[in-house]
């Protein structure tokens, strides 16, 4: 059962448009998301979190929205370019499960020149 | 900044060899985890340690075993590597109570033959 959903398997857009990555949650115990970026032959590194409580966190380029009533969160990058492009890892913890992550099966994301 | 480093980059085992994979965390952090990548499948947990000598699996525990003698270095054991546990290995840490930030190793490539 995937707790943490990412259908989009791709996405492409052209460098200065907006990026929108989508994620999907059904464990309503989730209180805490985070999104990571993984560039191939890396490990993901951390962009950017939201605790539950929350609704939206803006840091530079990227926001993240939370909509809790609707178990969905996006990411958006704005203006996208072409050193965004990696696999977007979206990622929910309960908090009490020793702070292990559920992470997506991830959105490859092109942004074009 | 913290640095989880990872032994192998690359890695070809034979099927039926027991494998070791070692992970070594600068940043003093309690929790340790062992993440597999694979495509189309995301990041998904084998075990993970938030104390020395302490374990507890994760979401896909069969055919590995955990090793936390000391708190900086955390081991992957496979002791009967089979072609099925060809995969991206990922080690993360993260600090104790209050954050599920993961700091991700650059990753071991595991070829069973």
Known sequence: DQQVKQNSPSLSVQEGRISILNCDYTNSMFDYFLWYKKYPAEGPTFLISISSIKDKNEDGRFTVFLNKSAKHLSLHIVPSQPGDSAVYFCAASDGGSNYKLTFGKGTLLTVNP | ?113
Not at chain 2, 22 to 34: A, I, L, R
Not at chain 2, 37 to 48: M, T
Not at chain 2, 49 to 62: A, Q, R
Request: proline share 4%.
């Open chain 2, 1 to 113: 900044d913290v640095k989880v480093t990872q032994s192998s980059r690359y890695l070809v085992k034979r099927t039926g060899e027991k494998v070791f994979l070692e992970c070594v965390q600068d940043m003093d952090h309690e929790n340790m985890f062992w993440y597999r990548q694979d495509p189309g499948l995301g990041l998904r947990l084998i075990y993970f340690s938030y104390d020395v000598k302490m374990k507890e699996k994760g979401d896909i525990p069969e055919g590995y075993s955990v090793s936390r003698e000391k708190k900086e270095r955390f081991s992957l054991i496979l002791e009967s590597a089979s072609t099925n546990q060809t995969s991206m290995y990922l080690c993360a840490s993260s600090p104790p109570t209050g954050t599920e930030k993961l700091f991700f190793g650059s990753g071991t490539q595991l070829s069973v033959l």
